[in-house]
């Protein structure tokens, strides 16, 4: 007999968890609070960008949609840090706000294992053995369940500030989840008080673009979605536009910092650091004498403009003069005003690495109700908790994804402001590209169920497809007088001997694709044009970054040794004489169930680890 879950939100998180549990078979119950907002974008309509991009393949690869969603939306597309090595390349492509959520809305009504409710979920109850049995609504309707997965985003218990005006809604004046907070206290949850924010939106009439220098897409595009044709999504792009503050804009914020809802005492909640409202840039970079200032379209059939780099919670008139200070904005009309927000979530050492809380079964938690901040760190914790809890016991190590830092970090260290992933928080970046995610996890993907059998054999003949090439090449020497020419062209040292393909190819000034015409063809596979495209580029990085990916990888089993030494479930750390007291406590506390995640617990220090390691040898 199929399980019945229920998923209690449907941003990013709640639609993957949906997606997810309802691709394993089972029957899957979304509450939403209104059933127009489904995927909404309440901040910058966008999709990737830096380590973001990352997040958003690897859920693609475990067979998530928000890379088939964007690919289907998008109106702009730029591949970030180009220039640098593929380990930081990053994807990122402004989307058409509302076909975004309309697309999202058609997948879930579409598969037939999900139901959509409009309606809030008030109490979470459980059974004599802590164990999840049913949910509550606000009509007093009481659904039975053998699973709950919380993806409230920021609606829970939410208010909404800007100046001295408070209201208490969820983000675009939408209405608040306010009940939820009391069940989950009530079921021994510790709760935080986060607060994130939000720009202006203002009218593309009134836009002096002249002043601004326009930032066009990627002429050659790349999809998220490694199933997604890149010939299939080549149309015209809108463009964006680049502007700055001014000295006057910083004098406007100084001025009137005061009657910000952050620095008049209104907001007591903890700020995300990494995307700092414009009156934080003013006082935290005194020093700068201006800030980018992007102008991005929210779709193709509005003329509202998002305004990134100016979230603010300053009141509307000093907003208005605040934008209008800024080139190109002189006479900007506001359609929508700039706010911050509050909203509850928990804290996150209180789950599984299943992102499953500790202390009651079938309870699951992803997104924004965990402390992070992101559309795609949503998305990635929803598609891992559906699938937890449809039974795949699915745990990713920090050497195998972006998603198994993100889940590691805030599982494993908890976080005491709104987190965001970046590529400094993964120790095995050059493992972990974006553009190797399917051949880390499509398998995964597929012994978990996610991956449908088709996409699993495209993906393996993909795999030996790379093998095979790798292994030609290492075989063709080509001799001066073939190379030589080519060499000079790319300013690059002739040979005097013959020389290894794959040795040409290691050089920063050349690549596979520069050798090729000196080259037989070689055998392709029956697969599409643009799985071939990206089986080319898979050999160039892996022969180009042999030696260092090897290194890394020598790291990762060094790594995986320690990560998977099992710590008894039943121990109890008070008993282990050295521990310092502050380990004791974070130990007993978050329970980790490796020697690599007790590694990892803030508070526990290299000295305790030397004496849990002599403990455990003493187990033996």
Same mark, same amino acid.
């Given at each position: 007999?199929?399980?019945?879950?229920?998923?209690?939100?449907?941003?990013?998180?709640?639609?993957?968890?949906?997606?997810?549990?309802?691709? &394993?078979?089972?029957?899957?119950?979304?509450?939403?609070?209104?059933?127009?907002?489904?995927?909404?974008?309440?901040? $910058?309509?966008?999709?990737?960008?830096?380590?973001?991009?990352?997040?958003?393949?690897?859920?693609?690869?475990?067979?998530?949609?928000?890379? +088939?969603?964007?690919? +289907?939306?998008?109106?702009?597309?730029?591949? *970030?840090?180009?220039?640098?090595?593929?380990?930081?390349?990053?994807?990122?492509?402004?989307?058409?706000?509302? /076909?975004?959520?309309?697309?999202?809305? /058609?997948?879930?009504?579409?598969?037939?294992?999900?139901?959509?409710?409009?309606?809030?979920?008030?109490?979470?109850?459980?059974?004599?053995?802590?164990?999840?049995?049913?949910?509550?609504?606000?009509?007093?309707?009481?659904?039975?369940?053998?699973?709950?997965?919380?993806?409230?985003?920021?609606?829970?218990?939410?208010?909404?500030? #800007?100046?001295?005006?408070?209201?208490?809604?969820?983000?675009?004046?939408?209405?608040?989840?306010?009940?939820?907070?009391?069940?989950?206290?009530?079921?021994?949850?510790?709760?935080?008080?986060?607060?994130?924010?939000?720009?202006?939106?203002?009218?593309?009439?009134?836009?002096?673009?002249? =002043?601004?220098? +326009?930032?066009?897409?990627?002429?050659? *595009?790349?999809?998220?979605?490694?199933?997604?044709?890149?010939?299939?999504?080549?149309?015209?792009?809108?463009?964006?536009?680049?502007?700055?503050?001014?000295?006057?804009?910083?004098?406007?914020?100084?001025?009137?910092?005061?009657?910000?809802?952050?620095?008049?005492?209104?907001?007591?909640?903890?700020?995300?650091?990494?995307?700092?409202?414009?009156?934080?840039?003013?006082?935290?970079?005194?020093?700068?004498?201006?800030?980018?200032?992007?102008?991005?379209?929210?779709?193709?059939?509005?003329?509202?403009?998002?305004?990134?780099?100016?979230?603010?919670?300053?009141?509307?008139?000093?907003?208005?003069?605040?934008? &209008?200070?800024?080139?190109?904005?002189?006479?900007?009309?506001?359609?929508?005003?700039?706010?911050?927000?509050? #909203?509850?979530?928990?804290?996150?050492?209180?789950?599984?690495?299943?992102?499953?809380?500790?202390?009651?079964?079938?309870?699951?938690?992803?997104?924004?109700?965990?402390?992070?901040?992101?559309?795609?760190?949503?998305?990635?914790?929803?598609?891992?908790?559906?699938?937890?809890?449809?039974?795949?016991?699915?745990? *990713?190590?920090?050497?195998?994804?972006?998603?198994?830092?993100?889940?590691?970090?805030?599982?494993?260290?908890?976080?005491?402001?709104? #987190?965001?992933?970046?590529?400094?928080?993964?120790? #095995?970046?050059?493992?972990?590209?974006?553009?190797?995610?399917?051949? &880390?996890?499509?398998?995964?993907?597929?012994?978990?169920?996610?991956?449908?059998?088709?996409?699993? &054999?495209?993906? +393996?003949? =993909?795999?030996?497809?790379?093998?095979?090439?790798?292994?030609?090449?290492?075989?063709?020497?080509?001799?001066?007088?073939?190379?030589?020419?080519?060499?000079?062209?790319?300013?690059?040292?002739?040979?005097?001997?013959?020389?290894?393909?794959?040795?040409?190819?290691?050089?920063?000034?050349?690549?596979?694709?520069?050798?090729?015409?000196?080259?037989?063809? %070689?055998?392709?596979? $029956?697969?599409?044009?643009?799985?071939?495209?990206?089986?080319?580029?898979?050999? $160039?990085?892996?022969?180009?970054?042999?030696?260092?990916?090897?290194?890394?990888?020598?790291?990762?089993?060094?790594?995986?040794?320690?990560?998977?030494?099992?710590?008894? %479930?039943?121990?109890?750390?008070?008993?282990?004489?050295?521990?310092?007291?502050?380990?004791?406590?974070?130990? $007993?506390?978050?329970?980790?169930?490796?020697?690599?995640?007790?590694?990892?617990?803030?508070?526990?220090?290299?000295?305790?680890?030397?004496?849990?390691?002599?403990?455990?040898?003493?187990?033996?």
């Amino acid at each position: 007999m199929n399980k019945h879950i229920v998923v209690i939100g449907g941003g990013h998180a709640g639609c993957e968890a949906a997606l997810a549990a309802a691709r &394993r078979g089972e029957r899957v119950t979304m509450f939403v609070l209104n059933m127009d907002s489904i995927a909404l974008m309440p901040c $910058n309509p966008c999709i990737g960008g830096s380590a973001k991009g990352h997040l958003v393949r690897e859920i693609d690869a475990l067979g998530g949609q928000m890379g +088939k969603a964007i690919d +289907k939306v998008f109106i702009q597309s730029r591949m *970030l840090n180009a220039s640098k090595g593929p380990a930081v390349y990053s994807l990122r492509a402004q989307a058409d706000k509302k /076909q975004y959520m309309l697309y999202m809305k /058609q997948v879930l009504e579409s598969e037939p294992l999900i139901s959509l409710r409009e309606s809030e979920v008030v109490e979470i109850q459980v059974d004599d053995n802590s164990r999840i049995s049913a949910v509550k609504t606000e009509s007093g309707m009481i659904v039975d369940c053998d699973a709950v997965i919380v993806c409230t985003g920021t609606y829970l218990n939410a208010r909404c500030l #800007y100046g001295e005006n408070v209201t208490y809604t969820g983000p675009s004046g939408l209405r608040a989840s306010k009940a939820l907070s009391d069940s989950l206290k009530s079921l021994g949850f510790t709760l935080q008080r986060f607060k994130t924010g939000t720009p202006a939106r203002i009218h593309k009439r009134s836009i002096d673009f002249s =002043k601004m220098t +326009k930032q066009p897409g990627d002429e050659k *595009l790349v999809p998220f979605s490694f199933e997604t044709d890149h010939h299939s999504i080549k149309r015209e792009q809108v463009p964006c536009y680049l502007t700055y503050t001014t000295q006057d804009t910083h004098e406007l914020i100084r001025a009137s910092i005061h009657r910000s809802a952050m620095y008049s005492g209104l907001i007591q909640a903890t700020g995300t650091r990494y995307c700092p409202s414009i009156e934080d840039k003013i006082v935290r970079f005194a020093d700068k004498e201006r800030h980018p200032v992007f102008i991005e379209p929210e779709g193709l059939d509005t003329m509202e403009m998002y305004v990134q780099g100016m979230s603010s919670a300053l009141p509307e008139d000093v907003q208005v003069q605040v934008y &209008r200070s800024v080139p190109g904005l002189e006479n900007c009309e506001i359609m929508r005003v700039a706010y911050a927000i509050e #909203y509850d979530c928990i804290d996150t050492t209180q789950l599984t690495l299943e992102l499953e809380a500790k202390h009651i079964k079938g309870l699951f938690f992803a997104g924004q109700i965990n402390g992070s901040s992101g559309y795609e760190e949503a998305a990635a914790q929803g598609l891992i908790a559906g699938l937890n809890a449809a039974g795949a016991a699915l745990v *990713l190590n920090r050497a195998e994804g972006y998603i198994g830092v993100l889940i590691d970090d805030l599982v494993t260290k908890g976080t005491k402001e709104p #987190y965001r992933m970046m590529t400094s928080r993964a120790e #095995y970046r050059l493992l972990l590209r974006q553009d190797n995610a399917d051949l &880390r996890l499509t398998e995964i993907g597929y012994n978990v169920g996610s991956i449908p059998e088709e996409r699993f &054999r495209l993906y +393996k003949q =993909k795999e030996e497809a790379i093998l095979s090439e790798i292994s030609r090449l290492g075989k063709i020497t080509l001799s001066p007088s073939v190379v030589n020419g080519l060499l000079e062209e790319k300013n690059s040292t002739p040979i005097k001997s013959g020389a290894k393909v794959t040795e040409l190819i290691k050089r920063p000034e050349l690549s596979y694709v520069d050798l090729s015409s000196l080259l037989e063809e %070689p055998l392709r596979p $029956n697969i599409p044009p643009y799985v071939w495209d990206n089986v080319l580029e898979q050999v $160039n990085i892996q022969i180009k970054y042999e030696g260092y990916i090897a290194l890394q990888m020598e790291q990762a089993v060094s790594f995986r040794k320690m990560e998977n030494r099992p710590l008894p %479930p039943n121990i109890d750390y008070n008993n282990i004489k050295g521990l310092r007291l502050e380990a004791q406590q974070k130990l $007993n506390a978050i329970r980790p169930v490796n020697f690599g995640q007790a590694s990892r617990i803030t508070g526990v220090s290299p000295a305790d680890l030397s004496i849990l390691m002599i403990y455990l040898k003493q187990l033996e």
